[in-house]
C-alpha cells in the first residue's frame, strides 16, 4: 500500500483549506492592531486595573525607553519585542506589537476592526462549508477522534518521541491528528466566533444577553485572546508536522487533492 496515491482531500476541503489560512492570517495581524489600542486584559467584567492579568507597555528608565509586559505581575523587559517596538516609520515607539504583525498598516484602527470583521464572517463561511462538504463526503467522522482512539494516544506519542519503532495502527488521520482537528473545529473555533460575536457591538445591541453570560466584555476580550493565541499555537504545530512528515505531498494533496501513502498512512481503523 505504501506509495499508492489516494484521493484524499475533495474540491471543497481544499479551497475552504487555503481560505482558512488566509483569513486567520489576517484576523490574528488586524487582532493585534485592534489590541494595540488598549494593550491589557483584565480578569473582570469590565476594565479594572486591580485584576489585570496581562499589560504590554512602555516606560523610560534612566532616560531610556523600556518596553515592558506584566503577566499575572511578574514583569519582563520586552523591548524591541513587545511595548515599545518597530513603528513601521524606520524606528521604534511605545505600541504593544510591532508594526510588521499589524494589518493593514503600522497605525489604522479603523481599518483593522472591518478587515477583522470581513474575514471573521470569510472563516465562519468556510467552516460552515466545511463542516457540510465533509459531512456529505464522510470524511468528517475521519477526523473526529472516537473512544476506541483513545488507548492509542499515549502510543501515538511515544512513537513522536522515537520512544517507539511503530505507531499504533490507524486510519487515514493518527489518533493525535484526530484529537487535535476534533478540538480546534468543535471547541476552539465555536468559542473564538462566540467571544468575537460578544465584542461587535452591532451584536451586542442585538443580543444584549450574549456577553453578559460570558461574563461581560472583558471576560469575553480575554477568553478571545487567549483562543487566538491557542489556535496560532496549533498551526505553529501543523506547520512542524506537515514538514517532518513530508512537505511536498502533503502540500500536493492540499492542491490536487491526491496524496501518496506512507508506511502506516491507513493501516488500522
Known amino acids: 500500500m505504501s506509495g499508492e496515491r489516494v484521493y484524499r482531500h475533495g474540491v471543497a476541503e481544499r479551497v475552504t483549506h487555503w481560505l482558512w489560512a488566509l483569513a486567520m492570517l489576517v484576523l490574528v495581524m488586524s487582532?493585534?492592531?485592534i489590541f494595540n489600542a488598549a494593550p491589557y486584559l483584565d480578569a473582570s467584567d469590565k476594565s479594572?486595573?486591580?485584576r489585570r492579568v496581562l499589560a504590554i507597555d512602555a516606560e523610560m528608565r534612566n532616560g531610556v525607553p523600556v518596553g515592558t509586559t506584566r503577566v499575572f505581575g511578574l514583569t519582563f523587559n520586552t523591548t524591541h519585542l513587545l511595548g515599545y517596538t518597530n513603528d513601521g516609520m524606520n524606528g521604534e515607539s511605545p505600541r504593544a506589537f510591532p508594526a510588521w504583525?499589524?494589518?493593514?498598516?503600522p497605525q489604522d484602527l479603523a481599518d483593522g476592526r472591518r478587515w477583522h470583521l470581513f474575514f471573521a464572517w470569510a472563516l465562519f463561511v468556510a467552516l460552515v462549508v466545511y463542516l457540510i462538504s465533509a459531512a456529505m463526503r464522510g470524511t468528517l467522522r475521519e477526523l473526529v477522534l472516537r473512544p476506541s482512539d483513545?488507548?492509542?494516544?499515549?502510543?501515538?506519542?511515544?512513537?513522536?518521541?522515537?520512544?517507539?519503532?511503530?505507531?499504533?495502527?490507524?486510519?487515514?488521520?493518527?489518533?493525535?491528528?484526530?484529537a487535535a482537528y476534533t478540538v480546534v473545529l468543535f471547541v476552539f473555533f465555536p468559542l473564538i466566533i462566540v467571544t468575537g460575536?460578544?465584542?461587535?457591538?452591532?451584536?451586542?445591541?442585538?443580543?444584549p444577553w450574549l456577553t453578559p453570560l460570558l461574563g461581560g466584555r472583558?471576560?469575553?476580550?480575554a477568553w478571545h485572546?487567549?483562543?487566538?493565541a491557542l489556535l496560532v499555537g496549533y498551526f505553529a504545530t501543523h506547520m512542524v508536522l506537515v514538514l517532518s512528515t513530508g512537505l511536498w505531498n502533503n502540500m500536493v494533496s492540499m492542491i490536487t487533492g491526491?496524496?501518496?501513502?506512507?508506511?502506516?498512512?491507513?493501516?488500522?481503523?
Open 197 to 207: 460575536l460578544a465584542l461587535s457591538p452591532g451584536v451586542d445591541a442585538a443580543m
Open 258 to 269: 491526491w496524496y501518496r501513502l506512507k508506511d502506516h498512512d491507513g493501516v488500522g481503523p
Open 101 to 105: 504583525l499589524t494589518l493593514p498598516g
Open 31 to 33: 487582532g493585534l492592531q
Open 225 to 228: 485572546f487567549v483562543l487566538m
Open 218 to 221: 472583558q471576560f469575553a476580550r
Open 48 to 50: 479594572n486595573p486591580q
Open 150 to 178: 483513545l488507548p492509542k494516544l499515549l502510543p501515538m506519542q511515544a512513537y513522536y518521541f522515537r520512544l517507539r519503532r511503530e505507531p499504533p495502527p490507524h486510519g487515514t488521520y493518527n489518533p493525535l491528528q484526530k
